[in-house]
């Protein structure tokens, strides 16, 4: 069974950083797909960053380069670290994993719906103050 529990929100000034964990249990972090999501009140769930099986990342442009996603595979976590936070970075962060083949994969950057992966976590809440 595929477990993803999020941790590392709170609430930071703008201009402060953030670094984001998800603890993986049931799949190999190293040999899944999966990503950032985003949803503040009222808005649509956002893709913000994708790290495929081999390493190769895709970005947001309203994220690229101030957020950094990466795998640890000895701990067995995706990590999201999120420097130079704005106020419209606050929302509730989510992990998402896409384990389907890669011809129908549909985790990606940009607006999702929840069967745009196939696991989630419950989601960090970030607070971004001006």
């Known amino acids: 069974q595929v477990q993803l529990v999020e941790s590392g929100g709170g609430s930071v000034q703008a201009g402060g950083s953030l670094k984001l964990s998800c603890a993986v249990s049931?799949?190999?972090?190293?040999?899944?797909?999966m990503g950032w999501v985003r949803q503040a009140p009222g808005q649509e769930r956002e893709g913000v960053a994708i790290?495929?099986?081999?390493?190769?990342?895709v970005y947001a442009n309203s994220v690229k380069g101030r957020f950094t996603i990466s795998k640890d595979s000895v701990k067995n976590t995706l990590t999201l670290q999120m420097n130079s936070l704005k106020p419209e970075d606050a929302a509730m962060y989510y992990c998402?994993?896409?384990?389907?083949?890669?011809?129908?994969?549909?985790?990606?950057?940009?607006?999702?719906?929840?069967?745009?992966?196939?696991?989630w976590g419950q989601g960090t809440q970030v607070t971004v103050s001006s």
């Open positions: 049931g799949i190999t972090v190293s040999d899944v797909f």
């Open positions: 998402a994993a896409d384990l389907r083949p890669y011809v129908r994969r549909t985790l990606r950057v940009g607006t999702l719906r929840e069967y745009d992966a196939t696991d």
């Open positions: 790290i495929d099986v081999d390493g190769t990342t």
